[in-house]
């Protein structure tokens, strides 16, 4: 059984490049995950994401500062 955090559509997370480079993909809910967006983002570009009825998971390649509602993370990259 999936864990789950109650209703999480409609919450924002703010990522910050820390490198060139940064990929951000987006992954579809539903019986299959699929990529549907990415975007690419330079040292000190700032890309505030949402959780949709659409968009259930995030991936984050590179290095970046994560802000949510629950804390921030730095990766470890």
């Known amino acids: 059984m999936p864990v ?9 997370v703010v990522i910050k490049a820390l490198e060139n480079g940064v990929t951000i993909i987006g992954l579809t809910r539903g019986k299959d995950t699929k990529f549907h967006h990415s975007e690419k983002l330079d040292k000190g570009e700032i890309m505030i994401a949402q959780f949709t ?21 730095l990766t470890d990259v």
Not at 4 to 12: A, I, L, N, V
Not at 56 to 61: D, E, Y
């Open 4 to 12: 789950t955090f109650g209703d999480t559509s409609g919450e924002y």
């Open 53 to 73: 009825e659409h968009t259930s998971a995030i991936k984050i390649r590179g290095k970046v500062e994560l802000l949510t509602r629950h804390g921030s993370i």
